[in-house]
């Protein structure tokens, strides 16, 4: 399976699970997904673009949880939110 077919499932799959939690996601589901998705990004499973794409999908937990875990913006000089 290629990066696009890849892509295109977890694609389907985050909607399945906005059809089964309701819309939007809970934030505790939106976060397994951000998690799932900096995996397969992380691993070479999906491309940045796909990755940024896909997370659009989903809410953002609160608190920049996700651009203070997964992106490590503390070492970039910015402090997290």
């Given at each position: 399976?290629?990066?696009?077919d890849?892509?295109?499932?977890?694609?389907?799959?985050?909607?399945?699970?906005?059809?089964?939690?309701?819309?939007p996601?809970?934030?505790?589901?939106?976060?397994?997904?951000?998690?799932?998705?900096?995996?397969?990004?992380?691993?070479?499973?999906?491309?940045?673009?796909?990755?940024?794409?896909?997370?659009?999908?989903?809410?953002?937990?609160p608190?920049?949880?996700?651009?203070?875990?997964?992106?490590?913006?503390?070492?970039?000089?910015?402090?997290?939110?």
């Open positions: 399976m290629d990066q696009n890849r892509a295109e499932e977890l694609r389907g799959r985050i909607r399945d699970s906005a059809g089964f939690h309701g819309e996601l809970p934030w505790e589901a939106a976060l397994a997904w951000h998690g799932y998705l900096a995996a397969a990004l992380e691993w070479g499973l999906i491309s940045v673009a796909q990755h940024a794409a896909l997370s659009g999908m989903l809410p953002e937990p608190g920049a949880v996700m651009d203070t875990l997964f992106l490590d913006r503390e070492e970039d000089g910015e402090s997290p939110a």
